[in-house]
């Protein structure tokens, strides 16, 4: 199983960022996939989140109206674009796909990306 995050760097406050990230290894369409991240001296928090039926979404109200999930499920990829980014955005961005089954429940991990917004 593998969750590879790409598109990560370093961006000027108002600028956009567009995170990739390509699963294997797993039905990916059967997993719900979220972006979250963690900054230094703070805990992860779920950023956002692409449900794997009927294509629902949700998102931290810190990103609203600025930050789009979307996913492909014949490429199994999912995607963060980020618009009007924030100093405080800057974090490592984990990619995550969680399935929850009657008995257990599946989760993975990438290994993230790191974000910096500053000018």
């Known amino acids: 199983v593998q969750l590879v995050e790409s598109g990560g760097g370093l961006v000027q406050p108002g600028g956009s960022l567009r995170l990739s990230c390509a699963a294997s290894g797993f039905t990916f369409s059967s997993y719900a996939m979220s972006w979250f991240r963690q900054a230094p001296g703070k805990e992860r928090e779920l950023v956002a989140a692409?449900?794997?039926?009927?294509?629902?979404?949700n998102y931290a109200d810190s990103v609203k109206g600025r930050f789009t999930i979307s996913r492909d499920n014949a490429k199994n990829t999912v995607y963060l674009q980020m618009n009007s980014l924030k100093p405080e955005d800057t974090a490592v961005y984990y990619c995550?796909?969680?399935?929850?089954?009657?008995?257990?429940?599946?989760?993975?991990w990438g290994q993230g990306t790191q974000v910096t917004v500053s000018s």
């Open positions: 995550n796909a969680l399935r929850r089954g009657v008995i257990s429940t599946t989760t993975y």
């Open positions: 692409a449900i794997s039926a009927g294509g629902s979404t």
